[in-house]
Structures are given as structure tokens and as C-alpha cells.
């Protein structure tokens, strides 16, 4: 943290011309309670559970106070507030089993005992084991006495944060002085009430850090990168060997101030203490090829972020004057926020130049899931007294819906970098740019269906439609358009089917061409009858290519059927139809060829009168026979045919024949019983005798 500076001459113009900062939109958040801190500025806050009590370890500029925080509608202090002789707007708290350890910058006042003068300072440890019933009353002061390293022994001062590594019992210290490495020093906590000495990183500051199995993630706020550092130690022989670098990454803003790691410890999310920054998460799989994956800040102008915790699926981050926010990091490519509560609201005297306000820290681990936030300060007047602010704050952690894809070149298909993606929706944190890939990465925690506007220097913009749900990827590829490109079209083919039997069907193509330097997008095809079908109802035909076409011609009755074929889609120019025709041949008649039961040797036809049918067998002695098709009958076999039935097939190419063996004999007809007989008929036409 870096301390703020008051101007008094422009806050009074500031009251004069009544320039107000507003709070922002609060978000998934609610406020349950507050404690003020007269005359006192707040730090860091850490929570502790006991008893069935939740407690919050606020650190204030005084000391330590204790707040039963259990009823979050009727918070209140706890004991007496821990004081240390330091007055220090520096402290951060962890715990570890019942104990509390807390660092502090500040100086300890003139007067004090030697060796150690006004720089003292060393480790607070307070016992929390009399909770509830007995408040703790005292602060003991740890300055490394008995560290094996003669620079560490008892020369520990001022210490700017910490860490505890609960798996391994370790404590990490980090940017301290008077031991002559402002890096990390590692702590045993085999005896929580007396740390042991174990080993130092001094190769850069520490400002802060993470450690997950003797492996540091620490912030290097004056390299402006991420350290990933491996302590060890030797399991033959118990003793530590020197940290070893394993990799290193500069953040966005190269100013590292927290690290945190995910819950499957494959990712790290690092915050930058400078105006416009960011919250980051990288890919620390391989500590030798740590990769950033995705950053998101907010919107305010010169928002500062201060620390983050992951908690499952969600960061949860102090942002000094934009308060807190809770940012969904289940795909730390696609970092969105969901929720967000401002706790600071700009005072009649804002300090000018300065944005080192607000939420200072967040704490998100209390087994109710509240939350507790520290903000630094009220200033309600113009003496600019300050008023320390806990905040008691109960969030619903909402799964972010994603949406996700890619924007290229409608022509050339190439990537188009920099490209928005906006949703069109209320939250301003729902745009994103595409990247060198053409890919892009956004989100809101609001569900439902929007329109998304996708726009790039030198194409014309595109309005896409898309359905968002909470915890699940909704995917567009959108491709955009050339200022100045164009489609066209043109159609080409013969479509004059002629006369096709009813109940027969004829295929012809036509060919539809994209001539412009433009995707031609066919949206769908329109024919002028049902009994014209295509095979193809549209898609995308890119510059100068062309689809081919396969219409299928069925008649359902003897008619003329003539129009045009139009292809609708956004071709800035050509013609858009083709003529079709076609005409149903005048055979609609079905009929039966039955054997005769009486002598076994003649087929008896009897007419059905149905419209249209198939050649199929029903058994071995019938077969359904229609105009335009071919039958074959046994060898000695006859047919009975009406004269109705041979006037009324005049026009149509049926055939009745026997096979080869049937003999040759003259094709004749003869009448009987009012009918025409038909003896070894051989591939003669039907009423052309």
C-alpha cells in the first residue's frame, strides 16, 4: 500500500464546485453490517473461527482489533484493541491453529530500548486460544532471537506481509529489515508460539506471496514480475539448501503487489498496485514457460487493485476506491467479474492525484461465507480526520456465462486483430478486443439472450443474436465484411424438364456463381411449385466460387408447371432467378394383372382407376402393374384386357412381353366375350395394333 497526501486548497475548491464521485452499481453483494474506527485508518483484515464463533482480525492503525462478527447484523468488538507501541497504516494478519501473527512498517517511538532504537518493529503474535470466553490482551513481539543465521538472529524489525503455509506449518515473511534480506524469510511452526528460523530467498524485494508445497509465488513489486521459487529441503539430512529460481514473468503493469494461486494450484493470479491495473492469471503448470492467459480491471478511471483470494471457482480482490469485486476465474482465460460492492465513496475533499483509498483488503473464508472488508478511511471533514470502515458483506457467487469464438476476414478467412466484441447490455465490463489469433474471450454474469455488436477498423459492423447461460460457453465465429466489399450473383442452367410421366420423377442442375469480392450468403431458395425440389437451401458461397444445384422434377397431374426459381441472399447486384417448367404426362392410371383361377393360362386386367402407384408384388399370382413400365409374362401365359382399358393407354409406353422361349408367333389381338385377347405379345406398344 502507499500512503495518500492530503491537499486541503483543492478539496475546498472541490466543495465549492460540488464535483461528486457517485457509488458504483453494487452487484450480487449485499451490506450487512458496519464498524467505525474513529480517529484510526484500517489495513488488512484476516478472519479466525472459534467456539462456533467467526471472528475478524481488522488491522487498524493502532493495533489489532478483535470483532465477533458471528450475527453479521449485529457485529461488535471484542475485548480491547492490541497495541504494540506502533501507530502504522501498514499491518497485514494471518493465523495459524489459534494464533494470530501480524507485520507492521511502522516505527516504534522514540525512547525505545536498545538494540533496536526507532526501527524496531519485529513479528506480533497474539494468542487466540482464550476465544470466546477470553478475549487476548496482549501482543508479543518476535524478532528472530535464536535464528540459526547469525544476520537473522534477533535483528528481525519492520516486516511489510506475510504468509502461512498451513500444509507445511511454514510462515513466510516478506520485505523485512534489519536481517539484511528484504526478500522472503521461512519460518517452522512446529511451535506456533515461538517461530524457528529455517532458510531466506534475498536474489529480489518480496513484497508478498503465495506458497503451495515449499514452492513461493512471490511478488517482486519493484521488478514488476512473479518469482516462482522452490525452497527445499534435504529429506536424508533435514538441512535446507539455498531457494532455487525456477521461472519469472512481468506482470501487466510490472508492479507485483499480491500473488494467489488457483484451488488446482495449475494457476496464479497476480494484482498490480498502479492506476489502470490489472488482475492477472497465468498458467504456472510449468514454472519454466509461465504463461499470461487472461487480465481484466475495471472501468473507473485510474483504479487501483490491491489484493486478491481465490475461493473455488472465484477471485475475490480489494480495488481501493472501486471497493470489492468477485471475478469468476473458472477459466482463467476468461476472466469476468460477477459481482462487485463499492465501499468507498469519493468525500467532499477528494485527494487529488491520488487513488491509494477504499478497500484495502477482502477476506472470503469464514465458514458462513461472508465477507469481510477492510476501507482505509472516511474523511468526513476538513480536518481530514480518518474514520476506518469494516464492512460485513454477504455475496452470491454467481457463475459467469461465457462467451466465446473467433472474428476473421470474410474474404481472405485471416484473423482480424483487434476486433471489439461488445455485448450490448448495462455492465461495461462486457466487451473485449480479439487478439493476435482472432480469438476473443468475454462474458457477463447476467443470463439471457443479447446482441452482440462485433466491429473492426475497415469492416462493416455485424449484429449477431446470442443466448447466454450462467456456467456454460456459448461459442461465435463471426466472419466480417470489407468496407466496400461486395457479393453478387448470377445464375446459370436449364431447368425445361419437358413432359415427365405423373409418378416419374426427372433431375436437371442449375448453377449459382459468386462473382463479387464479397461472400455471397444465400439465405434460401424459393420454387414456384411443390413439385420442384432442390438438394441444396443455402450457405455461404465465398468470392468468384459457385455451388451446383440438383432440382428434382414430380409431377402430381397432367398440367403445365412454369415459373421462375429465385435465390434469395445479400448480393449487392446480379439477377437472382431462373425459369423452371414442366409438364405432367396424362398416365395416372393403376392396374392389375391377375392370374385367372379357371384355367390357370390367362391374366385377367382389371382396371383400379388410383392415380398413381409402384410395381410391387403382392404374391405369386398378382402384380400390380403401372403405365410406363414393362411386364413380362410366362411362357403358354395370356392377358384379358378391356378395350376401355386399351382406348385409354393409347398415349402411354407400356409393354407386355413374353420371354424368348415363348415363341415367335404373329402379335394378334382377338375378341371375345366383348374383349381383346392377347396371344405371345412381344414388345409391341400398347394400342398400336
Not at 513481539?141 to 511454514?170: C, E, F, T
Not at 415459373?563 to 439477377?575: E, M, R, W, Y
Request: glycine share 10%; proline share 6%.
Amino acid at each position: 500500500m502507499q500512503k495518500r497526501y492530503t491537499v486541503l486548497v483543492f478539496m475546498l475548491l472541490l466543495l465549492l464546485t460540488g464535483s461528486f464521485n457517485l457509488f458504483s452499481q453494487n452487484q450480487n453483494i449485499v451490506l450487512r453490517d458496519t464498524i467505525r474506527f474513529p480517529g484510526q485508518e484500517l489495513s488488512n483484515v484476516w478472519g479466525f473461527k472459534k467456539g462456533g464463533k467467526e471472528y475478524a482480525l481488522v488491522g487498524a492503525s493502532k493495533g489489532l482489533v478483535i470483532v465477533d462478527v458471528t450475527d453479521p447484523a449485529n457485529c461488535f468488538r471484542v475485548g480491547v484493541q492490541l497495541k504494540d507501541s506502533i501507530n502504522s497504516s501498514w499491518r497485514e494478519v494471518r493465523t495459524f491453529g489459534n494464533y494470530a501473527y501480524i507485520t507492521s512498517e511502522g516505527l516504534t517511538p522514540p525512547g525505545n530500548p536498545p538494540p533496536f532504537g526507532s526501527q524496531t518493529g519485529g513479528l506480533g503474535i497474539v494468542d487466540l486460544s482464550g476465544l470466546p470466553g477470553t478475549p487476548p490482551t496482549t501482543v508479543t513481539k518476535y524478532h528472530a532471537a535464536g535464528a540459526s543465521d547469525p544476520g537473522i538472529d534477533n535483528k528481525l524489525q519492520r516486516v511489510h506481509s506475510l504468509h502461512v503455509d498451513s500444509v507445511r506449518s511454514m510462515l513466510y515473511l516478506y520485505g523485512a529489515t534489519g536481517v539484511g534480506c528484504d526478500g522472503a524469510l521461512r519460518f517452522s511452526l512446529s511451535n506456533p508460539a515461538a517461530p524457528v528460523y529455517k532458510d531466506k530467498y534475498c536474489s529480489n524485494y518480496v513484497h508478498d506471496g503465495y506458497v503451495h508445497k515449499d514452492t513461493l509465488y512471490a511478488a517482486l513489486i519493484i521488478a514488476g514480475k512473479m518469482a516462482i521459487v522452490k525452497f527445499q529441503t534435504n529429506p536424508n539430512d533435514g538441512v535446507d539448501t539455498l531457494p532455487t529460481l525456477l521461472g519469472n514473468i512481468t506482470t501487466p503493469n510490472a508492479y507485483t503487489h499480491n500473488t494467489w494461486l488457483s484451488v488446482n494450484h495449475q494457476y496464479a493470479f497476480t494484482t498490480d498496485e498502479k492506476p489502470n491495473s490489472f488482475l492477472a492469471a497465468y498458467d504456472v503448470s510449468d514454472p519454466t514457460d509461465i504463461m499470461l492467459m487472461d487480465k481484466i480491471r475495471t472501468t473507473t478511471a485510474n483504479s487501483i487493485v490491491h489484493n486478491t483470494y481465490v475461493k473455488g471457482n472465484f477471485a475475490i480482490t480489494s480495488w481501493y476506491e472501486d471497493g470489492m469485486t468477485i471475478t469468476d476465474v473458472s477459466r482463467p482465460g476468461n476472466l469476468i467479474q460477477t459481482g462487485r460492492f463499492d465501499t468507498y465513496q469519493t468525500p467532499p475533499f477528494p485527494v487529488p492525484g491520488d487513488h491509494f483509498e477504499g478497500a484495502w483488503g477482502v477476506y472470503p473464508y469464514l465458514p458462513s461465507g461472508n465477507l469481510l472488508v477492510t476501507n482505509i478511511s472516511e474523511n468526513k471533514d476538513l480536518s481530514n480526520a480518518d474514520t476506518g470502515v469494516l464492512y460485513i458483506l454477504t455475496p452470491t457467487y454467481v457463475p459467469a456465462c461465457f462467451l466465446e469464438g473467433s472474428v476473421k476476414d470474410s474474404v481472405t478467412n485471416a484473423n482480424i486483430i483487434g476486433a471489439s466484441v461488445a455485448i450490448q447490455y448495462s455492465d461495461p465490463l462486457n466487451s473485449t478486443t480479439t487478439g493476435l489469433t482472432g480469438n476473443y474471450a468475454t462474458g457477463q454474469p447476467t443470463a439471457g439472450t443479447f446482441n452482440v455488436v462485433y466491429s473492426a477498423s475497415g469492416y462493416v459492423s455485424q449484429t449477431v443474436s446470442v443466448v447466454l447461460t450462467n456456467g456454460a460457453v456459448t461459442t461465435r465465429n463471426v466472419k466480417l465484411l470489407q468496407v466496400g466489399a461486395s457479393s453478387s450473383i448470377a445464375l446459370s442452367g436449364n431447368l425445361a424438364f419437358g413432359t415427365v410421366p405423373v409418378g416419374s420423377t426427372l433431375q436437371r442442375t442449375f448453377t449459382i456463381s459468386n462473382p463479387g469480392n464479397a461472400p455471397l450468403v444465400v439465405s434460401s431458395i424459393s420454387y414456384p411449385f411443390p413439385v420442384f425440389t432442390g438438394n441444396w437451401s443455402g450457405g455461404i458461397i465465398p468470392p468468384s466460387g459457385s455451388k451446383i444445384v440438383t432440382v428434382t422434377f414430380a409431377p402430381l397431374a397432367q398440367t403445365v408447371y412454369s415459373g421462375h426459381v429465385t435465390v434469395n441472399s445479400n448480393a449487392g447486384s446480379g439477377i437472382n432467378t431462373i425459369a423452371i417448367s414442366g409438364l405432367g404426362d396424362p398416365c395416372p392410371l393403376n392396374f392389375t394383372l391377375t392370374l385367372n383361377p379357371a384355367d390357370m393360362e390367362t391374366v385377367s386386367a382389371s382396371n383400379t382407376l388410383a392415380t398413381m402407384g409402384n410395381i410391387t408384388v403382392a404374391a405369386s399370382t398378382t402384380v400390380v402393374f403401372r403405365a410406363g413400365t414393362s411386364i413380362t409374362l410366362a411362357p403358354g401365359f395370356s392377358a384379358e384386357l378391356g378395350s376401355d382399358f386399351i382406348a385409354y393407354m393409347q398415349d402411354c409406353n407400356s409393354t407386355l412381353s413374353a420371354p424368348a422361349n415363348g415363341g415367335t408367333g404373329e402379335n394378334e389381338q382377338r375378341p371375345r366375350d366383348g374383349k381383346f385377347r392377347v396371344f405371345e405379345w412381344v414388345g409391341s406398344l400398347f394400342g398400336r395394333k
